[in-house]
């Protein structure tokens, strides 16, 4: 069975930074486009970026460019997500996900290996 899980949510103040990573079972990553999507209470899922298979490419949300950022280790076949300058605003389920391209920001919701969520939480 394949799964894309996320871990490293919680919950932090205004300012301050987390790691998410994500860990592939069933799927090696290094033949895959991986990507990061959110999802708030009552709000559509938005794509927070991806990054291609061999990291020449990666696209970030307009909402988070300049403060997250996107890497990958194929050998141990996980990805993570750092975050800086966290905002309430960021809130949300966050999910990662494996696809076929990374060709823009946004088409990382069309990934459809997808798995458990990780909950962060940013109090102002």
């Known amino acids: 069975q394949v799964r894309v899980d996320a871990s490293g949510g919680g919950s932090v103040q205004a300012g301050e930074s987390l790691t998410l990573s994500c860990t592939a079972s069933?799927?090696?990553?290094?033949?895959?486009?991986m990507g990061w999507y959110r999802q708030a209470p009552r709000k559509e899922r938005e794509g927070v970026g991806c990054?291609?298979?061999?990291?020449?490419?990666?696209f970030y949300a307009d909402s988070v460019k300049g403060r997250f950022s996107i890497s990958r280790n194929n050998e141990k076949n996980t990805f993570s997500l750092q975050m800086n300058s966290l905002k309430s605003e960021d809130t949300a389920m966050y999910y990662c996900?494996?696809?076929?391209?990374?060709?823009?920001?946004?088409?990382?919701?069309?990934?459809?290996?997808r798995g458990q969520g990780t909950q962060v939480t940013v109090s102002s």
């Open positions: 996900a494996a696809g076929s391209s990374c060709l823009g920001p946004g088409e990382e919701l069309k990934y459809g290996w």
């Open positions: 069933g799927l090696r990553i290094e033949h895959y486009s």
């Open positions: 990054i291609n298979y061999n990291s020449e490419r990666v």
